[in-house]
Structures are given as C-alpha cells and as structure tokens.
C-alpha cells in the first residue's frame, strides 16, 4: 500500500524488510533480548511516524456518525424480513 501511494519511500521489499520488518517481528518474539526489543519499538515508531503522514486512521467515534448501527444477527434477519416483505407489496 505505502509503495502505490509513495513510491520508493520505503525502497524496496528487501531493504523494508531489513530494516523494519526483521526487527519489528524479532522483537515480538517471547525469547527476544533486550537489544532486540529496543530495536525492533524503534524501528516499529519510526515507521509509523513515516506512514503516519499519509495514512489516515479513524477513530469509532468519527465513523459512528458514518456507519450504520450495529444489530445482532436476529435483527438483522428481522430488518431484511421487513424489507423483502415491504418490497413485496
């Protein structure tokens, strides 16, 4: 996705994952050294911030004015019953 919007931001696949995804996934691993931990949380924060300017995240809040309601699965049954019968007539 980053390179489609930004090309060659990140270089390529092989640099990326050299420089951010090894670290970032060998820091999560249970057995990671301290090193490697700080490592990788540098790493991860330095890649949010570079695509932190040009993904936009949306909080709930923000969508709940957008998005419809939730309903369970019964009631969505019962809102699409309606429908397909109100259709009917």
């Known amino acids: 996705m980053v390179d489609l919007v930004n090309p060659g931001l990140l270089e390529t696949y092989q640099v990326f994952r050299k420089v951010y995804e090894t670290p970032i996934v060998r820091s999560r691993q ?29 909080t709930s809040e923000i969508l709940a004015k957008y998005l419809p309601m939730k309903c369970s699965p019964p009631q969505l049954l019962e809102f699409l019953r309606v429908c397909l019968l109100t259709m009917g007539r």
């Open 30 to 58: 249970p057995n990671a050294g301290k090193k490697d931990v700080e490592l990788g949380r540098a790493r991860s924060e330095a890649l949010s911030q570079l695509t932190g300017m040009f993904v936009l995240r949306r």
